[in-house]
């Protein structure tokens, strides 16, 4: 069956670095559009980063030139790598794949805090 297990998140102080990691089995990896969505305490889920089968790349605004995403289509892994995070960054960040089908992972917890 499909997943898409994230990991790497866990708590940074400001100005810190993490990268997140999103592996994805039963479907086929290369083809999907792959993003990041997070979701902050008492916020709506939000888009982070895409990244399309073909290597299209585009960001929110907010995390722009701080975060970048990549995958290893070889490893069926999407990653985050996540610089000079801020509090405000504090989510539970969400694995998304997208092409015929829509797929979501279970989130991991990023919390930014000094």
């Known amino acids: 069956q499909v997943q898409l297990v994230e990991s790497g998140g866990g708590l940074v102080q400001p100005g810190g670095s993490l990268r997140l990691s999103c592996a994805a089995s039963?479907?086929?990896?290369?083809?999907?559009?792959m993003s990041w969505y997070r979701q902050g305490l008492g916020k709506q889920r939000e888009f982070v980063a895409h990244?399309?089968?073909?290597?299209?790349?585009n960001y929110a605004d907010s995390v722009k030139g701080r975060f970048t995403i990549s995958r290893d289509n070889a490893k069926n892994t999407v990653y985050l790598q996540m610089n000079s995070l801020k509090p405000e960054d504090t989510a539970v960040y969400y694995c998304?794949?997208?092409?015929?089908?829509?797929?979501w992972g279970q989130g991991t917890q990023v919390t930014v805090s000094s």
């Open positions: 990244m399309s089968g073909g290597g299209y790349t």
């Open positions: 998304h794949a997208a092409l015929w089908k829509t797929y």
């Open positions: 039963g479907f086929t990896f290369s083809s999907y559009a």
